[in-house]
């Protein structure tokens, strides 16, 4: 046998990665006459999802093969086109890919959920991508629309709504997470401003980066007048304080080893856009207030947001490390962020006030007929179960929302302070 020809495991293993159908089985897609799921679709959450998005199109199916495959009643080029341009639990139909399997291969980490710019910094208690993607369809959502996502976080909700060129308003309490969201979506636009400094920034601070004599943030806004760049090479320090301080990795190696992730998946987003010819939305994030929202009365068109999970899970705490790289005081900040305020029943006391505020402040500015998800889960404190939902749905009632959907979601992990979550959809009517 020729030696030459032996490939390691290594190699194939690479081999496979660089494949960018490797994580799906593509085998016989030519044959396939029906609307099949993609590969990952486990739970039963997510057919419900996949059947909503499927009625919102107005498509009339059938499922068979084991839950694996829809037969599509009613099919025409239109009903195809717009699974194929805009569903989220499908893989093909009729023989064709749809454009969210190629966005989801765009991937530069080992995880599913994490393609195109997603993965940027470990943020705790991170939507579904593809959870927010059937929900943006589910309520109706089409291009041009405006989604207000009230506590921003990762900025998933961002991200797919440009994708679906959905136009996006979010506001976080938290600075990070706004330079979270800006950098996930704005980096396509000023890639080549990233590129025309990126020698520079590692010239000039390795191997001093983050030795305390070197003022990085003075030392970046030398070199660009573009916020955007700016916000793009603070998040990569970020990425490497995080990996730093919960990883104990070498600052330098993961500040470099990130800003070259970075960049290539930013890169993937521009290639899949111009390959499937997407029109993005426009995405605005400021930091703000959930409970005093700077919108005018009915200017939104749909609203898609989890409320923090403060009572189990403490925000400030968990990015401590990152908000005090960037200068802020998190002893003061406690006082803003809800569900951190207050101790024992003072503070649950305190949570459901400010959540009242919120999705009053949702109410208001959410047009007539429209809808408003929350995902939310029950949460464990000080060994008693908080009854988030019930209160959620009961207060939202309360002031003119009707419940139209409430689907059960089992989750895994989050510091095991949640069994499940429920996927709360209501409707503002007049």
């Known amino acids: 046998m020729d030696k030459k020809k032996l490939k390691t495991k290594g190699e194939t293993m690479i081999e496979r990665a660089e494949n960018q159908f490797w994580a799906y089985d593509i085998n016989n897609i ?15 959450y997510e057919l419900s999802l996949a059947e909503l998005e499927l009625k919102s199109f107005g498509v009339e199916f059938k499922v068979t093969n084991g839950l694996r495959k829809f037969k ?22 009729d023989g064709e890919f749809t454009d969210y399997f190629y966005i989801i ?7 599913v959920n994490q393609y195109l710019t997603h993965w940027i910094y470990p943020y705790k208690g991170k939507f579904h991508p593809q959870m927010i993607r059937a929900l943006l369809n589910i309520i109706g959502l089409k291009q041009g629309d405006i989604v207000f996502e009230p506590f921003s976080g990762s900025g998933t909700t961002a991200l797919e709504a440009q994708l679906l060129g959905i136009n996006f308003y979010g506001i976080d309490i938290s600075p990070l997470c706004v330079i979270q969201g800006r950098v996930k979506t704005e980096s396509i636009f000023i890639l080549d401003k990233i590129l025309e400094i990126k020698d520079k920034v590692i010239s000039k601070l390795v191997p001093s980066l983050f030795h305390s004599e070197v003022d990085y943030y003075k030392l970046i806004d030398k ?17 490497a304080v995080s990996d730093n301080s919960r990883r104990k990795k070498d600052f330098v190696t993961s500040y470099i080893k990130n ?22 939305g426009e995405v605005k994030f400021e930091v703000g207030d959930s409970r005093n929202v700077n919108l005018p009365d009915n200017s939104v068109d749909g609203i898609v947001t989890s409320p923090p999970y403060s009572i189990a899970l403490d925000y400030v705490k968990n990015d401590e ?13 406690r006082n803003d962020f809800i569900g951190v305020r207050g101790n024992g029943k003072n503070r649950v006391k305190l949570y459901n006030e400010d959540m009242k505020k919120s999705y009053s402040e949702m109410y208001r500015v959410l047009k007539p007929n429209k809808y408003a998800v929350i995902v939310i889960g029950n949460a464990t404190y000080q060994g008693k179960e908080v009854k988030t939902v019930e209160f959620t749905v009961d207060y939202m009632e309360s002031i003119g929302f009707k419940l139209v959907k409430n689907i059960n979601k089992i989750i895994f992990g989050l510091y095991n302070v949640m069994k499940k979550e429920n996927i709360l959809i209501f409707k503002k009517e007049i």
Do not use: C, P
């Open 321 to 333: 490390h990152s908000l005090k790289d960037l200068g802020f005081d998190v002893t003061k900040m």
């Open 223 to 239: 070199l660009t007048d573009d916020e955007r760049v700016k916000n793009f090479y603070k998040l990569a320090r970020l990425l």
């Open 30 to 44: 030519n044959n396939q006459k029906d609307l099949v799921l993609l590969d990952n679709v486990q739970f039963i």
């Open 105 to 111: 291969q765009k991937n530069q980490t080992r995880s």
């Open 72 to 93: 599509i009643l009613n099919k025409s080029e239109e009903i195809k086109n717009l699974i194929k341009k805009r569903g989220s639990y499908f893989k093909s139909i």
């Open 259 to 280: 800003i070259n992730l970075m960049i290539a998946s930013i890169k993937d987003y521009i290639e899949i856009k111009e390959r499937l010819g997407l029109k993005l």
